[in-house]
């Protein structure tokens, strides 16, 4: 983790408290309904969460940095999946022909009796 990953956090941490005491101030602002006090309590605790999380990445971020630097990871070189592609080019297409789908057997038969029925119906 760098220092520019641990400083990205921080803001992002840092725009949510702003936006929530955003969100506080405006409910300051209205006329006070019966959600206005439970709104209040809820922004409360996130920003309380939030200003935790804060300061808990602040202190811990110089710790944080220096792990980083002492065991750096391995770079990971890209999977390609060349085995299932030489696969694929082996398999014979797929075709459904006679005999080899019961339910293309099926149709066929159908198609063979209406066919001998309507010759039947043809000759009478």
Excluded: W
Excluded at 19 to 44: F, H, I, R, W
């Amino acid at each position: 983790m760098t220092q520019e990953s641990i400083t990205a956090a921080l803001h992002n941490l840092q725009a949510q408290i702003n936006e929530l005491v955003g969100l506080m101030k405006d409910c300051a602002k209205q006329p006070t309904t019966m959600e206005t006090a439970s709104n209040l309590v809820g922004y409360s605790i996130k920003l309380s969460q939030l200003e935790g999380a804060f300061n808990t990445l602040q202190q811990y971020a110089p710790t944080l940095a220096l792990v980083s630097e002492n065991y750096p990871l391995p770079p990971v070189e890209p999977a390609v999946p060349q085995e299932e592609e030489e696969e694929d080019a082996e398999e014979e297409p797929l075709v459904i022909t006679k005999g080899t789908s019961e339910t293309f057997d099926r149709v066929a038969q159908i198609h063979a009796d209406t066919a001998a029925a309507m010759a039947e119906e043809a000759e009478e």
